[in-house]
């Protein structure tokens, strides 16, 4: 696993960015598994400046996404769905079809969870598996004590993540409870993955996935068994890091 420490937002959304267009450039039928929530936004913003500015294509990228709130309709605005759209795919030419978000409205959870797993398979699998991580050391929707070996899979949100999401919601009885969220060796079997992680709030999580010991306790520290790993995390998520580390 690499560390690369970045001073503040900006620099790591341009670090991820150039981390994920140089992967796109060097395999033109690119497969990109997202992240939702606020931290890759910046890195969005870099894309879709790069996609504007530079030309880089999505023409024939595919995505998939690694989860989504259980019970919320894809035209609510707090769906990942809906994130996406606003946030991404309706700035690049990526085609509609082209792009997976796990189905939260599916008749059958369980079914759906298979289905998943096999488009993944079927679309040769993710080249480069984005992710952000959780106050409590969450990666997707895998919280401390999910097993390492999970596929996708339903599962329920901890009291920390419904409050940490409480924010989005007019609510706090508003946030599901419940999402489909790609499993801990779904996420593994990425050929790359980067994690980004901003703020002072994800010191600690941080911390225990990068230096402290691999457990489902921490479900991001499975990372450190992972060939071609990267975080790039700010200066304040980085804090309670001791090693040293990239910064460039
Ligand atoms: C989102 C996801 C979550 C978030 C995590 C951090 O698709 O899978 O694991 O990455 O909860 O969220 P933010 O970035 O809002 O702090």
């Known amino acids: 696993m690499k560390v690369v420490i970045v001073k503040d937002k900006t620099q790591m ?16 039928r690119h497969v990109l598994g997202l992240a939702t929530g606020a931290t890759p936004i910046p890195l969005y913003q870099e894309l879709i400046r790069m996609h504007r500015e530079e030309g ?11 989860d989504e709130y259980i019970g919320l309709d894809p035209a609510h605005p707090q ?17 509609k079809e082209n792009t997976h978000v796990p189905d939260g409205m599916a008749e059958d959870a ?14 040769g699998g993710i080249d480069l598996q984005l992710l952000g991580i959780g106050s409590n050391g969450h990666i997707g929707f895998n ?29 706090r009885e508003d946030v599901p409870v419940e999402a489909v969220t790609m499993g801990v060796a779904t996420i593994m079997d990425a050929r790359r993955v980067l994690l980004l ?47 040293d580390y990239e910064r460039p």
């Not at 880089?56 to 690694?66: E, G, I």
């Not at 079914?111 to 079927?122: L, N, S, W």
Request: net charge negative; proline share 5%; with cysteine.
């Open 13 to 28: 959304g341009a670090t991820g960015a150039k981390i994920i267009a140089d992967d796109m450039r060097g395999k033109p």
């Open 56 to 66: 880089l294509d999505f023409s024939r990228t595919t995505t998939f996404n690694l």
């Open 79 to 95: 769906s990942y769905r809906y994130f996406m759209k606003a946030q991404l795919f309706d700035h690049i030419n990526i085609p």
């Open 110 to 123: 369980d079914a759906f969870c298979e289905q998943y797993e096999r488009m993944i398979r079927d679309a």
């Open 143 to 171: 919280e401390p004590g999910t097993p390492l070996d999970s596929r996708t899979h339903r599962t329920g949100l901890t009291e920390s993540t419904i409050n940490d999401n409480a924010r989005l919601f007019e609510r």
């Open 197 to 243: 992680a901003c703020g002072e709030n994800k010191a600690a999580a941080v911390a225990a996935a990068v230096e402290g010991p691999v457990t489902p306790d921490v479900p991001a520290s499975a990372l450190q068994n992972h060939e071609h790993a990267v975080f790039v995390v700010t200066e304040d998520a980085a804090a309670g890091l001791k090693g």
